[in-house]
């Protein structure tokens, strides 16, 4: 499969799912999506869904959601699949989307959170933010120096955008009172590092 190829796929797939959650009429056809296309820390551990440590990375209920994650996988993802090939790449995607589901998991288990009343083992979580962060990292570290637009506005290195976006997900992880996946984010993010070193020993070998 080429690079090309696979990116197609992944938005394809994700624009399925998403498609479902669109047209989901009854609350039973609702409850299955719930079920098996978000992950939970509850779903996992009392319901032995672990296959949603995956298929959660595929699934995105608001426009804005869906759109962002998908504008930033092709933009930062074309690239990185041609470099490492698509059967890498998609095995990276889904390898980083469940790393960092399980990252947030953990997260939400064992970080002191702010009180807001809710328990957030049993919130769902969902998206494509923590494959796509790899994809985010693997770019920025193949090539470093290439300038990207911050918000399609502010031009920056890439290696310095990469820098960034771990530093927002720290800080935010740490503070531990807002609803977005931050630790899901440092997974995906870890993941697509922890790739360019091992592609960097290959060549360096060469």
């Not at 360019?196 to 070998?205: D, F, G, P, S, T």
């Amino acid at each position: 499969m080429s690079g090309d190829t696979v990116i197609t796929g992944l938005i394809g797939a994700n624009a399925v799912v998403f498609g479902m959650w669109q047209l989901c009429a009854t609350e039973r056809a609702h409850a299955q999506l719930m079920a098996h296309f978000t992950c939970s820390s509850d779903g996992l551990l009392h319901h032995g869904r672990l296959h949603t440590l995956v298929t959660s990375a595929y699934s995105h209920f608001g426009w804005a959601h869906f759109g962002t994650n998908m504008a930033v996988l092709y933009f930062f993802g074309c690239e990185a699949a041609r470099v490492v090939g698509g059967a890498r790449f998609f095995a990276l995607y889904n390898v980083a989307g469940a790393v960092g589901c399980a990252a947030q998991i953990a997260y939400v288990n064992l970080w002191p959170h702010a009180d807001d009343g809710s328990d957030r083992r049993k919130t769902p979580m969902l998206g494509a933010s923590a494959a796509v962060n790899a994809a985010v990292i693997l770019s920025c570290c193949l090539f470093p120096s290439s300038t990207v637009l911050l918000f399609f506005v502010v031009p920056m290195p890439a290696a310095l955008l990469g820098a960034l976006f771990v530093a927002k997900d720290v800080l935010d992880a740490v503070d531990g009172s807002g609803s977005v996946g931050n630790a899901a984010h440092l997974g995906g993010a870890l993941c697509g590092g922890v790739y360019w070193l091992r592609i960097r020993r290959l060549l360096v070998r060469r």
